[in-house]
């Protein structure tokens, strides 16, 4: 009788040791992981605050984990029907790429209309007026309610940013033949009716994609904030990737295969939370 | 399941009879019965090891010692509830040589069970394991102290001293399985405890006729409990890059969803879980690797030849010397074969190093304007020239001039003396492209999205890298 118990609670006492890191399991689920399922996008959704695309799980692609969600300001999730491969969020508008059929996809997520436009680089103006399309060389100034478009030819391998509040932001890049330099790059902007209006020289590797902040001032880089009136570098900080900006001071940033929250100008940073969203799949709105 | 036919089988007593060594033609029911019901589900235990076999797309040992012997444990339940409970007897129904067995067996097992708690692993299917193993063991303790209980009759004898046999036998060597899935100690046990399945087979199918004993059963078939402190001290398999016996070739880092896979792993098997993404630098013999660490954010030369890790001064992307004998960091240069510490304030960033001279930059990447300095080991400035210090730059081997690659596409050399462009190339490669390192002096390895690529650096022609140059000639980065 004796033997059977000391038998048994040796047993229970193993198995519960070996049972010990299902407890731990889920206490810190990775992140980009698709925690639950969510309603398809429809009128009841508030102001859009940013995008994401859920993590797959290993060896398990769905459409479900492909799919776009948005997440308002009411701090509800939203899934953006259609899929797609990139995503811009313009204030009210989404700006889906489908690489494969050559197209940008428009979604008006106010009204739910939808519009097709070449493929390239797009991002709407805060005013909600003014699409800019950027393709090869060419900046297409393009009315959202119809109209006549404008184009603009810009320089070589032009980097398309996005819209200030004054108008449509680019990289372009001189070749150099100066000792010790390839190139020298520059900001350049456009307005709406397509005049360009001024250059401010850059270095010539911060020149990626850049993040312009709500109040049109200011441009992150991963690892820089640039002052886009005199393309000086204002902050450094450790980064990945740019998701975007949170308000006008704060941006959230990847690191490794997590999202945080960064105040550049103190280099404080806090975990963007809830963070579902696969890494690099963060999308902020141009404008919060 | 088709139920065994009630008939005895002359063939199948006869060879019982044989193996147990008892008279030609001696049959008991008990015996009959005995055959039907181990039959029966050891043929269940081996045919559920050969389904989870197939499910894995092969035919494997394990699964099918493992089911099979699942399948003895079940009989040897179902008659031990069928005798009478009586006292223990004094007699030794195994071999000497099933004893050793299972008592150098039961020793390993017990060494490498209080190794996994040693050990303390996080992994469940390695607790799991162990958890088996304990339970295996213990089940078949008992069963054996069941077995060795006084009974009378000559043909209870034989088909107790055959239990014991297969118990001890197969029992062993399943623990040892079970216990090294729990605690690997690498490929050489692996392949003994493959041996031991031989050994177990050879002995269990030996004549075990049962004969009384001086002593309980259980003392000699514990004797190998004395190797247990010697299995469970020897020491824990290596330690990332704690036992580096040649020099680390490549490293990559996987960047996914999961944690574990964002750290960077050496020559595909060691993980270096301290390490952070960037900056990662692997000494040019392979001894030893640069990195920051993640917890305290310092640079951190890790010597794998002398198990060491020493914080670097300074910061930034490092570079070691071709010889291996110097390593710069951002402000400093260190003398690996003194120790010694060189301070070089204006050493912004390190472009690379030769085996006379340090190359770097005088302004951050955040600059529009700079300078390419050269200093020798000594500190002084051999040479300046103006260099945009934004641009991403390496030395050239032989420290003459850098490349330059762009993200615009352009791949240029430039003098280190002067700056002055000696070769400019557009690559149309279609995608963004990042050095990834040598094939001699002329020739750049680079990559696009997922393909490795040789660019001649005197006429910009691309061509796809060889496949196992990867493993080879660069530590690369994989993103998934």
Not at chain 1, 248 to 258: D, K, N, W
Request: hydrophobic share 45%.
């Amino acid at each position: 009788m004796i033997r059977r118990l000391v038998l048994t609670l040796l047993l229970a006492a193993a198995a519960a040791w070996s049972l010990l890191p299902l407890a731990d399991a889920g206490r810190d689920p990775a992140p980009g992981r698709r925690t639950s399922q969510v309603a398809e996008l429809d009128r009841q959704a508030g102001p859009i605050r940013y995008g994401y695309r859920p993590g797959c799980l290993d060896g398990f692609i769905d459409r479900d984990c492909l799919t776009w969600r948005l997440a308002d300001t009411a701090a509800r999730h939203w899934a953006l029907p259609g899929g797609g491969d990139s995503l811009r969020l313009s204030g009210r508008f989404a700006l889906v790429g489908l690489w494969e059929q050559g197209v940008v996809v428009v979604h008006d997520l106010t009204s739910g209309k939808k519009s097709e436009h070449p493929s390239g680089k797009v991002a709407v103006s805060p005013d909600g007026t003014t699409l800019a399309h950027l393709y090869e060389r060419v900046l297409t100034l393009r009315p959202v309610a119809g109209g006549r478009s404008r184009t603009v030819k810009v320089g070589a391998d032009p980097v398309f940013h996005g819209w200030t509040g004054r108008g449509v932001l680019l990289t372009v890049a001189r070749r150099s033949a100066e000792p010790g330099r390839l190139h020298r790059a520059e900001l350049i902007e456009y307005s709406p009716d397509g005049k360009r209006m001024g250059a401010t020289p850059i270095p010539s590797g911060l020149a990626g994609p850049l993040r312009i902040s709500p109040d049109g001032r200011r441009a992150a880089a991963p690892g820089v904030v640039l002052d886009l009136a005199t393309g000086k570098v204002l902050h450094t900080f450790q980064a990945d990737e740019v998701a975007g900006w949170l308000d006008h001071s704060r941006l959230v940033v990847l690191r490794s295969t997590r999202h945080w929250v960064l105040d550049p100008a103190t280099g404080t940073s806090t975990p963007f939370g809830p963070d579902e969203a696969a890494p690099g799949t963060l999308v902020l709105n141009d404008y919060q | 399941m088709q139920s065994e036919p009630d008939q005895p089988q002359p063939a199948r007593l006869a060879r019982f009879a044989r193996l147990q060594r008892l008279p030609p033609g001696f049959f008991s029911p008990g015996v009959w019965h005995y055959l039907r019901v181990t039959r029966l589900w050891r043929g269940v235990g081996l045919t559920a090891g050969a389904v989870v076999s197939a499910l894995q797309f092969g035919i494997y040992a394990s699964p099918l010692l493992l089911g099979w012997f699942a399948g003895v444990l079940v009989a040897e339940h179902r008659l031990a509830r069928a005798r009478p409970r009586t006292p223990p007897a004094r007699v030794a129904l195994l071999s000497p040589a099933a004893t050793a067995f299972w008592s150098v067996c039961l020793g390993v097992t017990v060494g490498l069970l209080v190794r996994v708690v040693i050990l303390d692993p996080a992994e469940l299917t390695a607790r799991l394991g162990a958890f088996a193993a304990l339970a295996v063991l213990l089940a078949v303790l008992s069963l054996l102290s069941r077995l060795h209980t006084a009974h009378e009759y000559v043909d209870e004898t034989a088909v107790r001293a055959r239990s014991a046999q297969v118990l001890a036998t197969g029992g062993g060597v399943s623990t040892v399985w079970l216990a090294l899935g729990a605690a690997p100690l690498g490929p050489a046990p692996g392949i003994a405890a493959s041996a031991l399945s031989l050994v177990a087979l050879f002995i269990g199918t030996r004549p075990a006729t049962g004969r009384p004993s001086s002593r309980p059963w259980w003392i000699p078939a514990s004797a190998g409990l004395v190797l247990a402190p010697a299995v469970a001290l020897i020491p824990p398999a290596p330690t990332p890059g704690a036992q580096v016996h040649m020099g680390v070739q490549y490293a990559t880092r996987q960047a996914c969803s999961d944690a574990g896979c964002t750290h960077w792993v050496l020559d595909g098997g060691r993980p270096l879980p301290e390490a952070d993404a960037d900056p990662f630098v692997i000494h040019p013999d392979g001894t030893a690797v640069v990195y920051r660490d993640r917890t305290t954010g310092r640079l951190v030369l890790r010597d794998f030849l002398k198990d060491t890790a020493r914080d670097l001064p300074g910061d930034g992307e490092p570079a070691f010397s071709p010889d291996g004998r110097h390593l710069a960091t951002t402000g400093h240069l260190i003398d690996l074969t003194s120790g010694k510490e060189l301070p070089i304030p204006g050493l912004v960033r390190v472009v690379g190093l030769s085996d006379r001279a340090v190359v770097g930059l005088t302004a951050p990447r955040t600059a529009l304007d700079g300078e390419l300095v050269a200093y020798d080991f000594q500190g002084r400035v051999v040479s300046r020239a103006p260099f945009d210090p934004s641009q991403p730059a390496w030395l050239v081997p032989g420290g003459k001039e850098v490349f330059v690659l762009t993200r615009w596409g352009d791949a240029a050399r430039m003098e280190v003396a002067t700056g002055k462009v000696r070769a400019r190339h557009r690559l149309d490669t279609g995608a963004s492209v990042d050095f990834r390192g040598w094939d001699g002096p002329d020739r750049a390895l680079i990559s696009d999205w997922y393909t490795l690529r040789i660019l001649d650096l005197a006429s910009g022609k691309l061509s796809r890298a060889p496949a196992d140059y990867a493993r080879h000639t660069v530590h690369r980065e994989i993103r998934s």
